[in-house]
C-alpha cells in the first residue's frame, strides 16, 4: 500500500512538474520534484513527517540506510503490535478458562449439596438411624462443598 501510493503519486509530482503546460520560469524557481528521485524523497517526507532531510540526501548511502532503517523500524512495530494482541488473547482465554472452570465446580457443588440434602441415601449409602452420625455426615458434605467452591474462588 505504501509503495502503490508513494509510486503514484510520485509519478504524478513527476509528470506534473516535467510537462509542458507547467512555465518554465516556475520550474527554475521551484526546486520541488524536479525528477522522479526528488518526487519519492517529498512523498517520504510527507510519511514521515517534517525534518531536516537535507542531512540525509548527501549521499546515496545514506539515503538508502535511512529508508532501509524506517522500514526495518516499521516492521518490528508490527511484529510489537502483533505480540501484543496475541498476549492479549492468550490471556483473555486463559481467563475464560479459569472462569469456566469455577462455575461449572460451583454448579456441581451446589447439585451435590441439592442432591444430598433432598435425597440422601440416593447413591446406596446405609441409612443412619443415629443422629450424631448423621449430623456428622452433613458437616462433612457441606465442608467438601464449600471447599470446592473455595478453590474455584481461588482460581480467578
Not at 500500500?1 to 513527476?14: A, C, I
Not at 548511502?61 to 505480540?83: G, K, P, S, Y
Request: hydrophobic residues 45%; charged residues 20%.
Amino acid at each position: 500500500l505504501l509503495y502503490n501510493s508513494t509510486s503514484t503519486v510520485g509519478y504524478g509530482l513527476d509528470y506534473v512538474d516535467s510537462n509542458d503546460f507547467v512555465s518554465k520560469s516556475l520550474q527554475r524557481n521551484n526546486p520541488f520534484c524536479q525528477s522522479r528521485r526528488d518526487s519519492y524523497y517529498a512523498i517520504y517526507r510527507i510519511y514521515l513527517g517534517n525534518f531536516n532531510f537535507d542531512e540525509f540526501r548527501k549521499t546515496a548511502l545514506t539515503t538508502f540506510l535511512f529508508v532501509l532503517i524506517t522500514f526495518i523500524a516499521l516492521i518490528v512495530l508490527l511484529n510489537l503490535l502483533i505480540a501484543i494482541i496475541q498476549l492479549s488473547y492468550m490471556l483473555s482465554i486463559q481467563k475464560a478458562e479459569r472462569l469456566f472452570g469455577r462455575a461449572r465446580l460451583t454448579y456441581v457443588a451446589q447439585i451435590l449439596a441439592l442432591e444430598d440434602l433432598l435425597l440422601p441415601n440416593i447413591r446406596g449409602e446405609p441409612k443412619r438411624h443415629e443422629g450424631r452420625e448423621l449430623w456428622f455426615h452433613h458437616l462433612l458434605r457441606w465442608l467438601t462443598c464449600g471447599l470446592l467452591g473455595l478453590m474455584a474462588a481461588m482460581w480467578i
